[in-house]
């Protein structure tokens, strides 16, 4: 069988990486805001490879970058290649690349597999215009009448940004259910589990689902001499007792795997001398369930009362997003874990605490997903690294797999 | 006795203020930020109302007014017309043109009343330049290598902007302990004690002492969804703990009028899927004896460290000012007592937790300050206020009670 006989080249998925980070390159890191010049020029360059590959090419209305085997049923596979501002050079891009490198394979002997490969860059996992704005799109999650609205944080239109891509079609690629098996992605960690346990490979059981809040405390500024304790409204100490009071009862809430923090703080007026009439930050958690993601949403507005009636202060709280846990595919998961066993490599079930286009895919397919070690368990930074070794690791298990569905299905 | 005929008039006083409010004027309020522009034409203005009133003028090198009758022994009083930005109409400006009330009845008879006036504008006392520059500079507290690199906020030299002021002379006007026997200072409360409690007038014990520390939490950015709880280093965290800790041991050492306060908060980088790896606020605490400031710095400092260690970050403490408390004379405190009894007034003795020009005056002289309510304990803003009856009770117990000092002395 020939999925048996083809191997993954890690060197040209590195050496196709390191042409990538050319585009929009950084320091050690990138930076390609989606749709800005550096990711409409990584788009042509990867059209370009997908091409070679012997894909059909397309580009969508949103910016997903498509390349298409001719079989009539595929695996989508794919990532994202567009960044943060002075993002690493992996990030989404590892994906997109490694699943280049499973096309290429599938198209160069179309008739040893059953089903064929549909690698897809998505546009703006990282929320430039809208988190996962492309993979979402081609889910059909948005409505038509978004996207005319959607402007970027520097306040430009998806339609002045397109102008950048003129080689886009004017229609959306769309997932047909029917066509579509199920969707792999392969991704850094962005966390330090797989690095500090010594481990080669993690296997997502599911995505986290992730909330955020704006929390407000208004009380009323006054000379921070001459008021009297008593009669002080005090925002600030309202804000500085919700945040630990809520940190405390997640903790105490015992959820496996849960996580919070409060960031974005600070108070108002700026003035060492003036009691705190504002005191802002976000609330962000994040858990395996949507059932604790009620609890810490309801731990949260049971403290931020307590804090403004203990202070004397009004409370607002303001969802920023809320996002559902999704559950990767079971079979998806036990074919990864068969294979890895196969190759002798040392891995776990983890979820993922952070969001990926494959959360938006499994809502609609079976998705699954493989992570490999992020050294010091960073990202989103240009200090983002994983070593040769750990990344070939990752492209083995990740392209044997989808071989060995192609082959079979 | 000349002293027990004479009337304050309380109209001119509120009329004089009036005026004064012209040069800046800032909705309900002024600006006249010190020695820039509004503020040199108003010090024009009141060097103009001394020499009316009889007074010798002289305007020093730090833009302090002084306008002095031609006794040998003086009583100093005054305040300040310079203001903070969107300042009151009131603040110290009330003191300064209740001065010259008092002045022009003591210039108009000289030879009734055996201790003349110096009537002071001290320049800056809102520290645009540095808190109280012109009393410290009276009172020689300040190097005179200091003053050449003093700079405002906007990055002006002192001596650039003095020139603003043509007319100043080249020398510092210098308090002289054998001519000048006290000094008075009347003020509004800038804060809620007078108004919630029913009264015309404070009588000031002493200046509450202030201090100021920067804190900073030092942890490690890292990605909120991926970096399990047990691994973080939560600079935010840290900060939020220590303040209400600190808050909590504040209160709980019962120091009889001691204040504190946590504001200037903010964490960084600003993103709710980051933990934060910085949180920095200014710590602010003020009360009636060095000891009990003391004892709230050691409280900050035991409360730091631990928020530190319980979150394993690394703090440091820096100190922005430490001023120690200062008492008023007690013979003057007596004398103004007795004439608000006299005048039917009902006053009570009371602390200042604001910081005034007596405060430096009174390291050197026997001093004292009289207070009058703020409307709703609002000050520094362009709210401030006082109603003309209760302007007019402060005038009356400040003047008389001056009057009777230069007359016996």
Sequence with gaps: MRSMLARPDAERVISDLRA?????????????????????????????????????????AVGNVLGRTAHARRIVVGSHTDTVPRGGWLDGAFGVVAGLE????????????????????????????????????????????????????????????????????????????AAHLAFLELHIEQGPVLESEGLDVGIVTHVVGARQDRVRFHGRANHAGTTPMGLRSDAAQALFRCAVAWADACSGLQIPGAVWNVAEASTHPAAGNVVPELGIASFQYRAQERESLDRMAEALASVADRAATLTGTRVSIEPVF???????????????????LRLGLRGRCMPSGAG????????????????VPSRGGVSHSTDEDTTPEQ???????FARTVWSICSRS
Tied chains: 1, 2.
């Design 102 to 177: 499973v096309a290429r394979e599938v198209a160069a002997h179309p008739h040893c597999y059953a089903t064929g490969i549909e690698l897809v860059s998505f546009s703006d996992e990282e929320g430039h215009f809208l988190p996962m704005l492309g993979s979402k799109s081609y889910c059909g999650e948005i409505a038509e009448g978004i996207l005319a609205s959607l402007r970027n944080t520097a306040g430009q239109s998806l339609a002045e940004c397109m102008q950048g891509l003129p080689e886009a079609t004017a229609s959306l690629a769309r997932l047909d259910t």
């Design 20 to 60: 990538l980070a050319g585009y929009g390159s950084c320091g050690t890191g990138v930076e390609r805001r989606a749709l800005g010049i550096a990711d409409c020029e990584s788009r042509r360059w990867l059209a370009d490879r997908m091409r070679e590959a012997g894909l059909a090419v397309e580009i969508d």
């Design 356 to 371: 990926h286009d494959a959360m938006v895919l499994g809502r609609h397919l079976p998705a699954a997903m493989v992570f």
């Design 391 to 397: 990344l070939a690791r990752g492209i083995e298990l």
């Design 322 to 340: 809320a996002l559902d846990p999704t559950a990767m595919d079971t079979m998806m998961i036990e074919a990864l874990e068969e294979q890895a």
